[in-house]
């Protein structure tokens, strides 16, 4: 999978966490191995690689809020469900 953005760099490895949805409707944290990725342009390191490869795009923020999940379809452009967002926060800043 290629990202397209600014430049970034792969860092260690890390045990990384996402959400998985449940048959209730909710969801629940797993845990990965994955690695740490850092934005050249910063130096932010993220969790994952398509957070690193945007962070320009964001402007380049230590953090910043991320999809919405539990929507369960869409009304004139209003998502309909249980919506909430997470957010997510750089591991760290390196020198760039």
């Known amino acids: 999978m290629s990202f397209k953005g600014a ?11 996402a959400m998985s949805p449940t048959l209730s409707g ?8 994955g690695y740490a990725w850092k934005c050249d342009g910063c130096g932010l390191v993220w969790n994952r690689q398509g957070y690193a490869s945007t962070c320009a795009d964001r402007g380049h923020v230590e953090q ?7 929507v369960t379809h869409v009304i004139n452009n209003v998502p309909q469900g249980r919506p909430h967002s997470f957010t997510r926060y750089a591991l760290r800043r390196e020198q760039p």
Request: hydrophobic fraction near 25%.
């Open 26 to 33: 909710g969801y629940v944290e797993i845990e990965y191995d």
């Open 7 to 17: 430049p970034i760099t792969r860092c260690e490895r890390i045990k990384a966490g």
């Open 64 to 70: 910043f809020e991320s999809q919405l999940y539990g």
